[in-house]
């Protein structure tokens, strides 16, 4: 499956599969640039490892894992999530990482989001989409920002982050056909 939008030209989102993992995909997985705000990187990651989640993922229908690739070349330049979903609420979480670090910095983490938000409303048809963000990562919280998404609440010194305390930022985004 592939979602994209003729307002969104940069990038488009493409179903994950195990053709998608290979060493680059795994060396950002190991990267701490990339990973320092991903829960990934309190193990070190494989290309076994990395096979063995998506074939998890792919299996699991409350799971929806696509790639972020560039419209231009169709470069995988990252992965975003729409997971931990609860089908009898209507709400999922929706977490991503741009991987690729010359991708950075080009509104491509918005695109996905703008493109994930798309699928989960109008296809899957959930009516709230939220994301966790540690608060160091203004990159990610303005992304979110970007697309509508709506400071729901802060979890106070929830995790760690480089051994000290740091606040979790909940936001959300409604289905707008709800007229919420």
């Not at 493409?14 to 193990?43: A, H, K």
């Not at 997971?83 to 690729?100: C, N, R």
Request: charged share 20%.
């Amino acid at each position: 499956m592939i979602i994209s939008n003729t307002d969104l030209k940069d990038i488009f989102l493409q179903e994950i599969s195990l053709e998608d993992v290979n060493s680059t995909y795994v060396d950002w997985l190991n990267d701490p640039d990339v990973n320092q705000y991903l829960e990934t990187r309190f193990q070190k990651q494989t290309i076994e490892s990395v096979e063995s989640y998506i074939s998890d993922t792919i299996k699991n229908k409350n799971e929806h894992l696509f790639t972020v690739r560039t419209s231009k070349n169709k470069k995988h330049i990252g992965n975003i999530k729409i997971g931990g979903v609860t089908p009898h609420h209507g709400i999922a979480f929706i977490s991503l990482f741009i991987g690729d670090k010359k991708s950075w910095n080009k509104s491509y983490a918005s695109q996905a989001i703008k493109l994930a938000c798309k699928f989960a409303f109008n296809f899957l048809e959930f009516r709230k989409l939220s994301a966790g963000i540690y608060q160091p990562n203004s990159r990610s919280l303005k992304a979110f920002l970007n697309v509508g998404f709506k400071h729901d609440c802060t979890f106070k010194n929830h995790y760690l982050f480089e051994g000290k305390p740091c606040d979790l930022i909940f936001v959300s985004l409604f289905n707008p056909a709800n007229n919420l």
